[in-house]
């Protein structure tokens, strides 16, 4: 776009041509399934359909903190659904999150299989039924839910705004990148400010709230997404660097981190998960050595 041939919107909006954006091959204007694919079950109570972006990551990550507080019941069996494929828009996919949006979850634990979409949604599901990682205390609680439903609206600014026109759109326009570099230097500021008073974003406690954000603004104050961290300059966030290095020490993160990636080192990513051992067998550098072998 340029001064001397500006854009004028028609009167009707059409979709004409591919937007020539990362990822347009996978845009339509419309939803709803695109082919017939019924989605695979494990042996587990929960069923996770994902991939570890920071939305998928807060969902596995869960659940390993569930597993790790001695949580039976949160044992997952977790596929990959390849959204850069379009496995978002099979039909088994559609009818667990009717949105074609990873992460979902099917719990299968109960009488009749319950799907839950949307990552808060999933975070607040399994809080709630396991009774763990969210205040019992209303004032406490009341805390967390802000903060997980602050990242819940905020994150759409860093990722489809800040990270879309700075990474991934055909052309950088010096509107909307200082549009969205603004807003989210704001949100850093923000979360900067909460997390120097307090240890955890909703108080002294680690909470869904924390692991909602992490993946998000914890990636963000380490330099991790869209190679923006010197545009941004984030380590000027020194609570939030602070907070991000401690919740990525935790052995939970760590491993959930781990499932359903498939980009980084070899011995980073878990394609799929199904037992709690395939972290020692089954992470593509063991599966690539074994192939090797045989
Ligand atoms: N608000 C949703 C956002 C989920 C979302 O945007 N997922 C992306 C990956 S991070 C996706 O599945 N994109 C595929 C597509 O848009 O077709 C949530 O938090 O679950």
Redesign the pocket.
């Known amino acids: 776009m340029s001064d001397s041939n500006p854009y004028i919107p028609p009167k009707v909006w059409t979709h004409n041509k591919p937007s020539g954006g990362r990822?347009a091959n996978?845009?339509r204007p419309v939803s709803g399934a695109t082919h017939e694919k019924p989605l695979p079950r494990g042996k587990h109570p929960l069923q996770l359909y994902s991939?570890a972006?920071?939305?998928?990551v807060?969902v596995t990550v869960m659940l390993e903190e569930l597993l790790e507080l001695g949580f039976t019941g949160a044992e997952y069996d977790a596929w990959l659904?390849r959204?850069n494929e379009g496995d978002?828009?099979g039909s088994g996919f559609v009818e667990v999150n009717p949105?074609?949006?990873?992460?979902a979850l099917l719990d299968v634990s109960g009488s009749k299989p319950v799907r839950v979409?949307?990552?808060?949604a999933?975070l607040l599901y399994l809080a709630e039924k396991f009774g763990a990682l969210v205040p019992t205390d209303p004032a406490l609680r009341a805390e967390c839910m802000s903060w997980l439903f602050w990242q819940?609206g905020s994150?759409?600014y860093l990722?489809g705004g800040f990270g879309h026109f700075y990474a991934y759109a055909p052309e950088k326009i010096e509107y909307a990148i200082d549009r969205f570099s603004m807003e989210v230097k704001r949100q850093m500021d923000v979360l900067n400010q909460r997390l120097a008073q307090n240890r955890f974003v909703g108080g002294d406690e680690y909470t869904i709230a924390d692991i909602a954000i992490w993946p998000w603004y914890g990636g963000m104050a380490k330099g991790l997404l869209y190679d923006a961290g010197e545009f941004l300059q984030v380590h000027e966030y020194t609570n939030v660097v602070r907070w991000a290095d401690e919740i990525g020490k935790r052995p939970a993160v760590i491993r959930g981190r781990k499932v359903n990636r498939v980009m980084g080192n070899l011995d980073s990513q878990l394609h799929e998960r199904h037992d709690a051992s395939d972290f020692e067998t089954r992470t593509q550098d063991k599966l690539q050595a074994s192939e090797k072998v045989d």
């Not at 972006?53 to 998928?56: K, L, S, V």
């Not at 949105?99 to 992460?103: E, H």
């Not at 979409?117 to 808060?120: H, I, K, L, P, T």
């Open positions: 990822f996978i845009n991939l972006t920071p939305n998928g807060k659904i959204i978002q828009f949105n074609s949006k990873i992460p979409f949307e990552s808060g999933i819940m994150a759409p990722g």
